[in-house]
């Protein structure tokens, strides 16, 4: 049996839990923001880092060099730029693919002219096997 002073010692602890529990609760949740603020601090010092150290390559003109040459495809005067392509990735005819690149470099046509044709010939040909044949998409209109 529970004598009154045990009772007083229990409704205290339970009031002294009620006070203190969201204090304690309210710190343990900013120490996990906390550890996550410190751990997106070290990433974005190591990013800080990575961009110094790439700025820093900036500075040595033999790395300017090679990134105007790989990038930029520039070569030295008196040297022969090549571009090689693989032949596995190449298919068709080279007869048809010089073609493909004279129509796309005629001049007066702009490249939305010749989306709009691409659109307007998609079109045509949805229609055209949709219904069976061209003479049929035109009655049904």
């Not at 009772?7 to 009620?18: D, E, Q, T």
């Not at 150290?53 to 105007?68: F, L």
């Amino acid at each position: 049996m529970l004598t009154w002073r045990t009772g007083i010692i229990v409704a205290l602890l339970g009031l002294a839990f009620a006070v203190v529990w969201p204090s304690v609760r309210a710190y343990l949740d900013q120490q996990t923001m906390l550890d996550g603020l410190r751990a997106d601090a070290a990433v974005a010092n190591t990013e800080l880092d990575d961009l110094t150290a790439e700025v820093a390559r900036w500075d040595d003109d033999a790395y300017i060099e090679a990134q105007a040459r790989e990038r930029l495809r520039y070569v030295y005067p008196g040297e022969t730029a090549y571009r090689v392509l693989d032949p596995e990735t190449v298919t068709g005819d080279e007869s048809a693919a010089e073609e493909g690149e004279e129509a796309a470099d005629a001049p007066g046509e702009t490249w939305y002219d010749t989306l709009w044709d691409s659109v307007r010939e998609a079109g045509e040909g949805a229609e055209a096997t949709a219904s069976g044949s061209p003479e049929s998409a035109r009655a049904a209109n």
